[in-house]
């Protein structure tokens, strides 16, 4: 199994956050907030609107996408994935999704391209 890198920075109610991990190829993880650790749902808790994302960013594996749950599970939105050792960068891109508490940001992945 391989590990890998997914990031992606959302801008939050006029403020940056990233969210992380480290995932595991032939999965569904959960992304965390950079600083704090812990899930957009508790980071958002009373509400907030992602206005605008840049990233998406996975090395490694073959994403299949990373994925806004809402509080029943359901596709809330889904970001742009890019494969950073082939893709540079983009810029920020208009969102204008609600998150609450009890959402989930999710990758999710197929077997290792390595």
Do not use: C, K, W
């Not at 992380?20 to 009373?46: K, P």
């Not at 599970?73 to 983009?90: D, H, K, L, M, W």
């Amino acid at each position: 199994m391989t590990n890998s890198h997914v990031s992606i920075e959302l801008q939050v109610n006029g403020q940056p956050f990233v969210f992380n991990i480290d995932a595991t190829d032939g999965s569904q993880t959960e992304l965390t907030n950079l600083v704090s650790g812990r899930s957009i749902g508790d980071t958002f808790s009373a509400g907030a609107v992602i206005t605008h994302a840049r990233g998406g960013y996975v090395e490694n594996y073959a994403p299949l996408g990373i994925t806004l749950l809402n509080e029943q599970g359901n596709v809330a939105y889904e970001f742009p994935v890019t494969r950073i050792e082939s893709q540079n960068p983009g810029p920020y891109y208009a969102v204008g999704v609600n998150v609450a508490l009890n959402y989930q940001l999710v990758v999710t992945s197929s077997a290792s391209l390595a």
